[in-house]
């Protein structure tokens, strides 16, 4: 039987699944909503076959037509997200506990959600005087060093559209609220491949990360604690363990 009809790619992988799967992340990149003739467009596929995936997608819960017949993302994703979510942290907490381990604060990893950052997963220091990330929190990434690790990772024009929807609301006197001021922390933290948060989400609190780099989500790890202990050597001294365990959960995720 011919490839094209079997629907069989030459390594066994079945080709409507993989294009179905395609559709999802060019819809998620593009915001979450399109038309079939955007998606046409951005997958190169025919019309005819994106009318009878996204039908499918449709019957499945994962996309919804609005009134306006253009798609969007369907609820049920939620519960797979929620699961990946949830995987993601387990992955996470041995390289976490490491960390705490080997440097004695607390140790974060963040994901990049929409325009949001959310923590997924923390291992808390073992000092009485320490700093507690709620797992679920979200903040505006402007005012975390998470937030600007993974900005780091992302072109230019797509930060400051993130920028110009969230605003810049001022939290502490060490908040930058200037776009222009925000992306040369950005570029630095592109050139020296970890970015830090002076006091700029909470008073008295210090926080080194670097991104987590080659996996599907744009996700950060963290060290954070009291700006007294958060000295220039412990962080010269976390930035290349940061690195590595980062390094060790992109592996574990592929």
């Keep these: 039987m011919a490839e094209e009809n079997s629907g069989k790619g030459r390594s066994g992988s079945v080709q409507s699944i993989g294009r179905a799967f395609g559709l999802l992340e060019t819809m998620a990149d593009a915001g979450g909503m399109m038309g079939l003739s955007q998606l046409a467009a951005a997958s190169g596929l025919p019309l005819p076959t994106i009318h009878r995936l996204v039908r499918t997608l449709v019957d499945l819960g994962y996309l919804r037509q609005e009134p306006s017949r253009q798609y969007v993302l369907g609820p049920k994703l939620i519960r797979l997200g929620e699961s990946s979510s949830d995987m993601l942290s387990v992955w996470a907490r041995p390289h976490l506990a490491r960390l705490v381990d080997e440097l004695g604060e607390s140790a974060n990893m963040a994901m990049l959600d929409g325009d949001q950052i959310v923590y997924l997963a923390q ?132």
């Design 123 to 254: 291992v808390p220091s073992r000092h009485s005087m320490r700093m507690f990330t709620e797992v679920g929190r979200r903040v505006l990434p402007h005012c975390t060093a998470v937030g600007k690790a993974i900005f780091s990772q992302l072109r230019e024009a797509e930060v400051r559209e993130l920028l110009q929807r969230t605003g810049m609301p001022k939290h502490t006197e060490n908040t930058i609220t200037d776009p222009d001021a925000f992306m040369a922390q950005v570029r630095a933290t592109q050139e020296q491949g970890y970015a830090t948060d002076e006091g700029e989400q909470e008073v008295g609190v210090r926080c080194v990360a670097v991104a987590v780099t080659d996996v599907p989500s744009r996700l950060a790890m963290s060290i954070s604690g009291p700006a007294g202990r958060m000295t220039e050597e412990l962080v010269e001294r976390a930035v290349p363990l940061l690195t590595q365990a980062g390094k060790a959960l992109s592996e574990d995720l592929r």
